[in-house]
């Protein structure tokens, strides 16, 4: 009790009465409110209701509320400090300290003021912390705070993922996924602030594995049966001369007897493969685990020597990698939008001169859009007065179609370019399923030799290739 008594008397007194000053005040409200609020969240989190898990919640969490406690900290001894330096220059320090007395009403304004500016703080770092992390988790946030997500926010909102939240995809749920999004996310950020990032920004092996994003939404064994594909194309003729192919993909799935066939069957839960580049377009080994348990290896003609590194079990991501933001190939994109009316196929050349335009190499998108609508304005009157004299409005769409596509595909600002980043769903623009079926990844069982098939057919059919005018279509009545 004595203790007690002397500590009273030597130090909590004169830290009450020195502490009664605004900016002591202030100090103390502040550590508390932010205090409160960050355990508010630690037990929200807890429980399991966070309902977020944005890699730059650290920056709420980690630096703007403990670096308010800690200001908080700092103003209680230096608002201290300057009573004491101010009463000692007026010569009113007291000899004896006052008691501690709650019906003393300076002492009870004290603490009035500390409950009701704590409530205020409160209410202001608690609404602020909760908007802020509302906002981190708004694909907004992601694609548009940091310039550097630029590419992938232009392809985001035209895929079929545009209503899914960047974190969906690129976070594990669980805690394992959050603490290594909230280290790496406080990682980049600060590689975002030195300007020392990654240019291109490859996705590497740093995605989540399907079965902790995908799959929460999507069913593995759903059967989809076979997909028809038609794709237009023009031609490089005068006449932009359209074609068209059809494919119908044996996609396949489980059945409602529990049999796997077609492409998803084939690959779901039992492939895996080592790749040389951390992109996975290089693979040398593919190891596939057979219904009685033994391994079937294959290994590239092209591998010098027995194949060593990571396996990786094959997952809707090595296939589908571009689901939310696909970049096109100039051919590709071309093709999508004269299908859909511009440029105008009656413009001549439009697909050829479209293409050269867009691919020619520009500093930055600025410059790529004045060039490309120069460079087809100049064409069209040089090379066909009538046109240029007639069609102007449809030119004038045709190179605002073509600086879109450019924009929405090239960002110099990134290095990233036409074929950046690679699409794996198919073989004819990038390696995509011929990094395994390109007929060359063989197998030694016993004296035979099985390769990786790379049958046609056993994808899909090919209805038409190329074809103006491929009866199937008209068949079912499309055109
Ligand atoms: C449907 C799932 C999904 C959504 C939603 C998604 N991504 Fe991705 N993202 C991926 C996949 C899969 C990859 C890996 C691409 C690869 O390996 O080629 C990736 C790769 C990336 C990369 C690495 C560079 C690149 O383009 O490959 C960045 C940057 C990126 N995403 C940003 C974003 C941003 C920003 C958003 C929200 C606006 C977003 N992503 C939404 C699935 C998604
Ligand atoms: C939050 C839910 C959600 C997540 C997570 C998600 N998807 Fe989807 N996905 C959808 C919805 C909804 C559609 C249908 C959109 C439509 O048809 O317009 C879709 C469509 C698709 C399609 C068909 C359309 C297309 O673009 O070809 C593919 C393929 C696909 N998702 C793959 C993936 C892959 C791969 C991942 C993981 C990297 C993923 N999805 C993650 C909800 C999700
Ligand atoms: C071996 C490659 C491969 C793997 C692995 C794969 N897919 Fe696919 N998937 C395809 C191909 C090819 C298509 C048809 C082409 C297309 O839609 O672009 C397709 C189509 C789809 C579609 C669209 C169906 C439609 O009606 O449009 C969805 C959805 C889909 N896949 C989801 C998944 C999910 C989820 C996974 C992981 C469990 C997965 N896929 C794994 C190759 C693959
Ligand atoms: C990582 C390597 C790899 C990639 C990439 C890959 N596959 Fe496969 N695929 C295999 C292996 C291994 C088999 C099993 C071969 C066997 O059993 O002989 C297989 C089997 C198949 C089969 C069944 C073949 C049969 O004889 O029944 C189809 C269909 C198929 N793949 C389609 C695709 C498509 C479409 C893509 C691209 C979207 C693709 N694969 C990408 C490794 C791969
Ligand atoms: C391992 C599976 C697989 C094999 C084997 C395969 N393809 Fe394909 N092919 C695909 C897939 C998947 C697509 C669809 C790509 C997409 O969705 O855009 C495709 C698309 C095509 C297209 C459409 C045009 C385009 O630009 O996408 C043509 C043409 C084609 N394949 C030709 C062939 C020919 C010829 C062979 C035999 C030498 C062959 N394919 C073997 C999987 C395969």
Redesign the pocket.
């Known amino acids: 009790m004595a203790n007690f008594d002397q500590f009273k008397k030597n130090w909590l007194r004169p830290f009450l009465f020195y502490g009664n000053n605004p900016i002591s005040l202030i100090g103390g409200a502040l550590t508390t409110a932010s205090a409160l609020v960050l355990i508010g969240f630690w037990v929200v989190e807890f429980l399991g209701h966070g309902g977020s898990n944005n890699p730059y919640l650290g920056i709420i969490f980690d630096l703007i509320l403990p670096g308010l406690f800690v200001l908080g900290l700092v103003l209680i001894p230096i608002g201290i400090l300057w009573r004491r330096s101010r009463l000692k220059a007026a010569g009113e320090l007291p000899s004896i300290y006052p008691e501690i007395d709650l019906g003393d009403p300076v002492f009870r304004h004290g603490i009035e003021f500390v409950v009701i500016a704590t409530f205020i703080n409160f209410v202001i770092v608690g609404t602020a912390s909760y908007r802020g992390v509302a906002y981190m988790d708004t694909p907004n946030f992601c694609g548009q705070a940091c310039h550097v997500m630029a590419p992938e926010w232009g392809a985001y909102p035209v895929s079929s993922h545009a209503g899914v939240a960047c974190t969906e995809c690129h976070i594990a749920a669980g805690i394992p996924g959050f603490v290594h999004a909230k280290v790496n996310g406080t990682k980049q950020l600060l590689m975002v602030v030195a300007h020392d990032y990654p240019r291109p920004i490859m996705a590497g092996d740093k995605l989540p594995p399907a079965r902790t994003t995908c799959l929460n939404c999507h069913n593995a064994d759903k059967e989809i049966g076979d997909k028809l594909l038609v794709e237009t194309s023009y031609g490089d003729d005068e006449k932009n001369s359209m074609t068209r192919t059809l494919v119908l ?2 996609v396949g799935g489980r059945d409602q007897f529990g049999h796997l066939s ?2 998803h069957g ?2 779901l839960g039992h ?1 895996e ?1 080592i790749s040389t580049d951390s992109n996975h377009q290089t ?1 040398p080994w ?1 190891g ?1 685990t057979n219904d009685d348990g033994s391994v ?1 290896e ?1 290994v590239s003609a092209d591998a010098k020597g027995p194949v060593a590194g990571e396996k990786h079990i ?1 997952d809707c991501i ?2 589908h990698n571009r689901a939310a933001h696909s970049f096109d190939t100039p051919e590709k994109a071309l093709n999508k939008d004269m299908a859909e009316g511009s440029p105008s196929a009656s413009l001549p050349f439009v697909h050829k001169q479209g293409l050269v335009l867009m691919k020619a190499s520009y500093t930055s998108q600025q410059e790529a859009a004045s060039k490309i609508t120069a460079g087809l304005e100049s064409y069209y009157r040089s090379q066909y007065p009538q046109i240029w004299n007639g069609q102007r409005a449809q030119i004038d769409q045709a190179a605002k179609t073509l600086v879109a596509i450019y924009s929405r595909n090239v960002f110099p600002f990134m290095k990233v370019t036409w074929g950046t980043h690679p699409n ?4 004819n623009d990038y390696p ?2 011929f ?3 390109d007929g060359n ?1 063989n197998a030694k069982n016993g004296k035979s030799v ?1 390769s ?2 790379n ?1 046609c057919s ?2 899909h059919n090919l209805l038409a290739v190329d074809e103006p005018n491929p009866k199937q279509l008209a068949d079912l009545g499309m055109h």
């Open positions: 993909l044996h077609g492409i084939a690959h492939i493969y693979i593919v596939k079937t294959f094959m090595d296939c794996n769903i198919g073989h995509g399923c990094r395994c079926h990844h099985t990786v098939t049958d056993v994808c």
